[in-house]
């Protein structure tokens, strides 16, 4: 095991360009898609009547997401007709009017946020016209600083929004979704080295199939960990894109999920007669399991059920949820001990149906 091991790291560090490539492309994507959360995003709006307008947005300027600034109602149209806003706003006393070009997650997340303040603000106004006190409005604004019983609630909407970060979403998604591309064109090397006869003559050495197999997965394994922790350090380091301080969590919560990215390329292999097939069907397996499993956005805003179904087969559901339930809900590893066996039991499923169908089919 250790011979094949030697011979297939000498023979990526003569052709590291695959790995190079899909690493750059993937911190790329990674970035341009999560550069608003590097910042706050604005949100252009307007006002058709200047009374209180000023306090409103002062108001919504509390955020540490978003920005609101002020320009023409034209200006904001164009705004986000040329994609130059996510999403545009008109401000009313009571009530505002969302512009957007597609419901997106982005758009979502900032029409929860001015419906929360301006429901607020209305419940607020219905306590103050009820009540003969004079001072009640004094008294509404330090029971707002300092209130008497400090409530903490969690709702379906709130705790969404705060599992939201655009800017992780996007590492974490592309980084698993490229990370099928690395690992599958090293486990196909399998199904080359039969086409070849090199497996008959590794078969005909002293060399056992358990330690054959055993060396290009852990190989296949080892590449896709190093790009994996290699962008995650890129983002963490250079980029400074907080992990909550539990970054090195990270390098063990992703063994799971490669395992089970090695297995599904394992039972491909098993499935298909020629390399030239495997490359054709891995970008279709991994973009649509890219789509399925909340890699490119988050399942929170997918509403079909059908959808939601699928997602549960698909290893990059439970490595997303992994990742995101560790660094953004700082959830416990009991939390994260379902998952974590979804994907043991996954990836033992698929490597023992693969090897099968590899075995039984002669190349």
């Not at 030697?6 to 999560?34: E, M």
């Not at 929360?116 to 603000?121: G, L, R």
């Not at 416990?332 to 169908?357: N, Q, V």
Request: proline share 2%.
């Amino acid at each position: 095991m250790k011979a094949i091991l030697w011979g297939k790291f000498r023979q990526f560090i003569r052709k590291p360009g695959a790995l190079l490539i899909t690493t750059i492309i993937c911190i790329a994507f990674s970035f341009l898609l999560g550069k608003s959360s590097f910042s706050k995003m604005e949100v252009p709006v307007f006002t058709e009547k200047e009374n209180d307008m000023q306090t409103i947005i002062a108001e919504l300027n509390k955020s540490e997401s978003y920005s609101f600034k002020r320009f023409s109602k034209e200006e904001v149209k164009k705004k986000v007709e040329e994609g130059e806003a996510t999403a545009g706003l008109k401000l009313s006393d009571n009530s505002y009017t969302l512009y957007r070009v597609a419901d997106t997650a982005d758009v979502m997340l900032i029409n929860r946020y001015v419906e929360k303040y301006y429901q607020t603000k209305q419940q607020k106004q219905s306590l103050l016209e009820m009540t003969v006190n004079q001072d009640a409005e004094k008294i509404v604004e330090e029971n707002e600083k300092d209130p008497i019983l400090a409530v903490s609630y969690d709702s379906a909407s709130s705790q969404k929004q705060s599992t939201y970060n655009q800017a992780l979403q996007a590492l974490f998604g592309f980084t698993l979704f490229f990370s099928i591309y690395t690992v599958a064109y090293t486990v196909v090397e399998i199904l080359r080295d039969k086409q070849n006869g090199i497996w008959d003559r590794f078969i005909l050495s002293s060399t056992s199939k358990t330690q054959l197999y055993l060396g290009h997965l852990l190989f296949s394994f080892i590449v896709g960990y190093i790009q994996i922790m290699l962008i995650f350090s890129v983002f963490n380091y250079a980029l400074g894109v907080d992990f909550s301080g539990k970054f090195y969590m990270v390098f063990i919560l992703i063994i799971p999920y490669l395992y089970a990215i090695v297995a599904l390329a394992i039972l491909l292999t098993g499935l298909v007669k020629t390399a030239s097939q495997f490359t054709s069907i891995i970008p279709l397996i991994s973009v649509s399991f890219a789509m399925l499993g909340g890699a490119y956005w988050p399942l929170e805003i997918v509403t079909s059920k059908f959808l939601l179904l699928l997602s549960k087969f698909v290893p990059i559901t439970y490595g997303m949820e992994m990742l995101k339930k560790a660094i953004i809900q700082s959830a416990s590893w009991t939390e994260l001990l379902l998952p974590i066996a979804i994907l043991m039991l996954m990836g033992t499923l698929m490597l023992g149906i693969g090897i099968r169908l590899i075995e039984r089919r002669h190349v």
